[in-house]
């Protein structure tokens, strides 16, 4: 696209307007005038030839795919290769997304002769998770006499992936995370485990039942059973991304007092909170050696990620839950029930981060609950809704409108505790987490039935 600038606008007022009406009032000027215009119609002509098609050989090259961290400050690096340029400066935008705010709009960068792999960096911050195309490249440059402006568009193959911020949480469970030394135990076990290990011989202490009859016969001496811990056992975390997850969560801080209204919050729905818990319990699995799986659903199974260890099943997982977004259906936990008892043979643990505070969706889940805790092990563990809270928990009452609110809290969590002590008698274990110590729950949650030898 070309363009004049305001400079030939103003040359062109300041020169042909008064020689055009010069060669009107003085007949004897004229061929002068017409000999002044037709020099400036060919100055800007030879300009604009100058500068057609200065910079079109530019090739402009970026990473297929840019990994973000949302809120964060990051810099995507654009690679720009020509050769036998000329000298001058060039303007370059990126078609950046809403959500992504760029520091400059603008980048001015001067051009040498030749440029081979020059490395331009743009900064921005993006503000929500999910997966943005970076499609289009603009950039524009000016005539020598800065008469004219060339402006080009070059296509982009890109792609921009934001994902939630886990630091806060992350500092909560650092202590599950660290590996510490050799032989150490982070995690006090109870009972000497189920999982064979090897034979050994019999030792002062051992117990009758340990000893393996049919070694000890061919060795002619006692033989000893030692028992493990479990290993490698299958978790899978199911995330209900139906309509009550896209509620608010409460402004809470890490001490409890609510924040101000402008304060910014890490998560501000509770299908955020979800997701940043899944991906720290999926870390957490794999440095206890257990496979993790990722189940998300709404109406019926989304997706779902047989449980695998390493890096790149955790990377897939992560890029599953990186456009997650809450549905406007109600959960129908019949049918997701059959597909897990379906698709998963082997018992596994169970982790649902749903909300059952609804009547009809707490009965439903019931049900479901009840065939599925026949073969797993089911752990439903919800979000605590705001003010849901024993009657007198609150420190006091300053008006009378909070006298009903309170009253209502307890109702509701007198509610909660009803269908707590249903969903134990059919085996499930249900826990409630309040927002500011979500993420530590599930994870503990999950630590605790691995202890416990529960799976």
């Given at each position: 696209?070309?363009?004049?600038?305001?400079?030939?606008?103003?040359?062109?007022?300041?020169?042909?307007?008064?020689?055009?009406?010069?060669?009107?009032v003085?007949?004897?000027?004229?061929?002068?005038?017409?000999?002044?215009?037709?020099?400036?119609?060919?100055?800007?002509?030879?300009?604009?030839?100058?500068?057609l098609?200065?910079?079109?050989?530019?090739?402009?090259?970026?990473?297929?795919?840019?990994?973000?961290t949302?809120?964060?400050?990051?810099?995507?690096?654009l690679?720009?290769?020509?050769?036998?340029?000329r000298?001058?400066?060039?303007?370059?935008?990126?078609?950046?997304p809403?959500?992504?705010?760029?520091?400059?709009?603008?980048?001015?960068?001067?051009?040498?002769?030749?440029?081979?792999?020059?490395?331009?960096?743009?900064?921005?911050?993006?503000?929500?998770?999910?997966?943005?195309?970076?499609?289009?490249?603009?950039?524009?440059?000016?005539?020598?006499?800065r008469?004219?402006?060339?402006?080009?568009?070059?296509?982009?193959?890109?792609?921009?992936?934001?994902y939630?911020?886990?630091?806060?949480?992350?500092?909560?469970i650092?202590?599950?995370?660290?590996?510490?030394?050799?032989?150490?135990?982070?995690?006090?076990?109870?009972?000497?485990?189920?999982?064979?290990?090897?034979?050994?011989?019999y030792?002062?202490?051992?117990?009758?039942?340990?000893?393996?009859?049919?070694?000890?016969?061919?060795?002619h001496?006692?033989?000893?059973?030692?028992?493990?811990?479990?290993?490698?056992?299958?978790?899978?975390?199911?995330?209900?991304?139906?309509?009550?997850?896209?509620r608010?969560?409460?402004?809470?801080?890490?001490?409890?007092?609510?924040?101000?209204?402008?304060?910014?919050?890490?998560t501000s729905?509770?299908?955020?909170?979800?997701?940043?818990?899944?991906?720290?319990?999926?870390?957490?699995?794999?440095?206890?050696?257990?496979l993790?799986?990722?189940?998300?659903?709404s109406?019926?199974?989304?997706q779902?990620?047989?449980?695998?260890?390493?890096?790149?099943?955790?990377?897939?997982?992560?890029?599953?839950?990186?456009?997650?977004?809450?549905?406007?259906?109600?959960?129908?936990?019949?049918?997701?029930?059959?597909?897990?008892?379906?698709?998963?043979?082997?018992?596994?643990?169970?982790?649902?981060?749903?909300?059952?505070?609804?009547s009809?969706?707490?009965?439903?889940?019931?049900?479901?609950?009840?065939?599925?805790?026949?073969?797993?092990?089911?752990?439903?563990?919800?979000?605590?809704?705001?003010?849901?809270q024993?009657?007198?928990?609150?420190?006091?009452?300053?008006?009378?409108?909070?006298?009903?609110?309170?009253?209502?809290?307890?109702?509701?969590?007198?509610?909660?505790?009803?269908?707590?002590?249903q969903?134990?008698?059919?085996?499930?274990?249900?826990?409630?987490?309040?927002?500011q110590?979500?993420?530590?729950?599930?994870?503990?949650?999950?630590?605790a039935?691995?202890?416990?030898?529960?799976l």
């Amino acid at each position: 696209m070309i363009a004049p600038r305001t400079n030939l606008v103003v040359w062109a007022a300041a020169i042909i307007l008064p020689l055009s009406i010069l060669a009107g009032v003085v007949g004897g000027l004229r061929s002068i005038c017409v000999l002044g215009i037709v020099v400036f119609v060919l100055a800007s002509l030879v300009d604009l030839l100058l500068g057609l098609g200065k910079y079109r050989q530019l090739e402009f090259q970026m990473a297929p795919v840019n990994r973000v961290t949302a809120g964060r400050d990051f810099t995507l690096d654009l690679k720009l290769n020509g050769t036998g340029l000329r000298g001058g400066v060039i303007r370059l935008a990126l078609d950046l997304p809403p959500t992504v705010k760029a520091d400059q709009s603008n980048i001015f960068l001067r051009i040498e002769a030749g440029l081979l792999n020059l490395l331009i960096p743009f900064k921005g911050v993006a503000e929500h998770r999910g997966t943005y195309p970076i499609n289009r490249l603009f950039f524009d440059w000016i005539s020598p006499a800065r008469c004219w402006v060339f402006r080009e568009e070059r296509p982009l193959k890109s792609e921009l992936r934001v994902y939630p911020d886990l630091a806060l949480e992350g500092r909560k469970i650092a202590r599950f995370l660290d590996r510490g030394g050799f032989g150490v135990h982070r995690q006090r076990q109870i009972g000497r485990g189920r999982e064979f290990e090897k034979l050994r011989e019999y030792e002062p202490g051992d117990s009758f039942d340990s000893i393996h009859w049919k070694a000890a016969a061919k060795r002619h001496k006692p033989i000893t059973k030692v028992f493990q811990v479990e290993k490698s056992q299958e978790v899978y975390i199911a995330i209900d991304s139906s309509r009550l997850s896209r509620r608010q969560v409460s402004s809470t801080s890490e001490n409890g007092e609510r924040q101000t209204p402008n304060a910014k919050r890490a998560t501000s729905t509770i299908l955020e909170s979800f997701i940043a818990a899944t991906l720290l319990a999926g870390a957490t699995a794999e440095r206890q050696g257990d496979l993790f799986g990722l189940i998300t659903f709404s109406d019926k199974v989304d997706q779902m990620a047989r449980a695998r260890s390493g890096s790149l099943h955790f990377n897939h997982c992560r890029d599953l839950l990186i456009n997650l977004q809450a549905r406007l259906v109600a959960p129908d936990f019949e049918d997701i029930a059959a597909t897990i008892l379906n698709r998963l043979t082997k018992r596994s643990l169970l982790i649902f981060l749903t909300s059952l505070d609804d009547s009809v969706t707490g009965e439903n889940f019931l049900l479901a609950a009840r065939f599925l805790a026949r073969r797993h092990l089911v752990m439903p563990i919800m979000l605590l809704p705001t003010d849901t809270q024993p009657l007198f928990s609150a420190p006091g009452v300053e008006h009378a409108d909070q006298i009903y609110e309170n009253i209502a809290g307890h109702l509701r969590w007198a509610k909660l505790q009803e269908l707590r002590k249903q969903l134990l008698q059919a085996g499930v274990l249900f826990q409630l987490a309040p927002s500011q110590s979500f993420t530590l729950t599930v994870v503990s949650e999950y630590l605790a039935t691995k202890r416990r030898q529960l799976l």
